[in-house]
């Protein structure tokens, strides 16, 4: 018996379900583009094989830890690291039987389809993960990871997967990518540049790392001057690595477009540790500008995923550290927020500016119609916990009148769970071409337009956004 239905997430109605499958059809297989993740990229360079079910299903995934840790399951009991270096389970048998018993909270949510598509189509599972099945998926599992055929590079072919780009920090050595690079491997594995720790004066430890980033750059990141040509040179360094785009995680969607001066004066305090909450939100806003200015010279798309309150858990983040399911969707007023930058560059024609947002009710009220008007801005997809059948719908339902198709950029997985990868991109696929096939039976959109719009949706949009 086969875990997942063919026609999932498909519309009930069967006149308009047969004009979905017809669309998923053609665009099922695809390669896929995978422009913003957070799959580790020494994967890609060792080439080692997968140590075992766990550390690929369940350590890895804040999805899946978060759901778990809701239901009162210790993060420790999971294998997830500590800080501090402290005991965590390390026998990754208890850890998948400690999912598999708590397989049922899943029900109804996104990452029971990623799972049940990674079982199936990945690893031929086709038993319901539970209690009684745990150790007989478990020792199948494991024993497909022994084989060449389930190493990265292996599964990154079989995924026909035609770029894929990971995410470093301003101040990461790049080491993996130089050694993916060596190898003469010819799949595609690019980097981003994530600058949140040197241009964030609330980020932990933000003047020793402005420092580093002098020292990486040979620049004096003691002055505004030099701060700003450090970044250049970094920029320029990830863009030798592949890098078509930067991402920014900023609390806020604040943007700024200070005077030389006043930027000068923010830095100076930024790196004395004296600046207050509302500065440090400018100084960020100031920064998202800057960046876009760099992106204008250097043709780095420039991604903006705010409105998260990080790391809600104080005791969680010092125990366990960032991105461990806590980052949490805050309000956001795009409209007044984005002007000062979009004042600044939203009309050049060169720049690519991608927005995503947690707060659904600024899709149709705000982004849709700012997507609609500035040549610079596009429309990020769902992510994180939209990242889902009804989130991608109501992604459409609220932008599409607005912004049209051709202001947003496809899909994109935004994951660290590497086996998730096809099952995202495929529940994105069906989802746009349900939603493409109610324009036709509505008679909004004919079928040829439909099935051009499909193609876009899954593969080209993304190509062109991210300049791959």
């Known amino acids: 018996m086969a875990l997942l239905d063919e026609n999932r997430l498909f519309p009930t109605d069967p006149a308009v ?16 583009i995978s422009p913003h993740g957070h799959t580790d ?28 840790h809701s239901q009162g399951i210790d993060l420790d009991s999971l294998g997830v690291a500590r800080v501090d270096g402290g005991p965590t389970e390390q026998d990754p ?25 990674a079982l199936q189509e990945v690893f031929g599972v086709t038993e319901r993960l539970s209690a009684a099945s745990a150790d007989a998926i478990y020792d199948h599992v494991a024993a497909c990871l022994t084989q060449d055929a389930f190493r990265p590079r292996a599964l990154f072919e079989r995924f026909n997967i035609e770029t894929i780009s990971t995410t470093e920090s301003a101040l990461d050595n790049l080491k993996w990518h130089g050694m993916i690079r060596d190898s003469g491997w010819g799949g595609k594995v690019i980097t981003a540049y994530r600058p949140d720790a040197v241009v ?52 806020t969607a604040r ?43 250097d043709g780095l798309v420039l991604q ?46 060169d720049l690519t500016i991608i927005v995503f947002s947690l707060d659904e009710t600024s899709y149709g009220r705000e982004l849709a119609p700012l997507a609609g008007v500035y040549p610079a801005l596009k429309l990020g997809p769902p992510w994180w916990f939209h990242d889902s059948y009804e989130g991608m719908w109501r992604f459409r339902e609220m932008t599409t009148e607005t912004a049209g198709f051709y202001n947003t950029v496809g899909f994109n997985d935004d ?37 051009d719009v499909a193609h876009d949706l899954a593969y080209g949009l993304a190509r062109r956004a991210y300049r791959l």
């Open 200 to 251: 964030d004066p609330e980020f932990e430890g933000f003047a020793a790392n402005v420092a580093l980033l002098g020292e990486m750059t040979d620049e004096d990141t003691t002055t505004w001057d030099g701060y700003l040509a450090a970044h250049r040179n970094r920029r320029a360094v990830f863009k030798a690595f592949g890098a078509t785009s930067s991402d920014h995680g900023h609390a």
């Open 255 to 297: 943007t700024e477009n200070l005077s030389t001066g006043d930027a000068t004066r923010l830095f100076d305090k930024a790196l004395q540790g004296a600046c207050s909450a509302e500065e440090a939100d400018a100084f960020r806003g100031h920064m998202l500008t800057e960046m876009a200015r760099m992106s204008l010279e």
């Open 93 to 117: 048998r208890k850890i998948w039987r400690l999912f598999a018993e708590n397989y049922f909270l899943f029900r109804g949510t996104p990452s029971r389809i990623w799972i049940d598509h």
């Open 415 to 451: 994951t660290r769970a590497f086996c998730s990868i096809p099952a995202r991109h495929d529940v994105a696929r069906r989802v746009d071409c349900g939603f493409l096939a109610t324009l036709v039976a509505t008679g909004r959109l004919d079928m040829d337009e439909a099935s």
């Open 41 to 68: 990229p020494r994967w890609f360079a060792e080439n080692a094989a997968f140590s075992d079910p766990a550390s690929l299903f369940v350590t890895p995934d804040h999805y899946v830890f978060r759901m778990l």
């Open 304 to 349: 903006i995923h705010p409105g998260s309150c990080r790391n809600h858990s104080a005791d969680i983040f010092q125990r366990f550290g960032r991105d461990k399911g806590y980052d949490i969707p805050t309000r956001t007023d795009y409209v007044r927020a984005l002007k000062p930058m979009l004042d600044a560059v939203g009309g050049e024609r």
């Open 17 to 32: 379900r047969g004009l979905a499958r017809d669309l998923y059809d053609g665009v099922r297989n695809l390669p896929i």
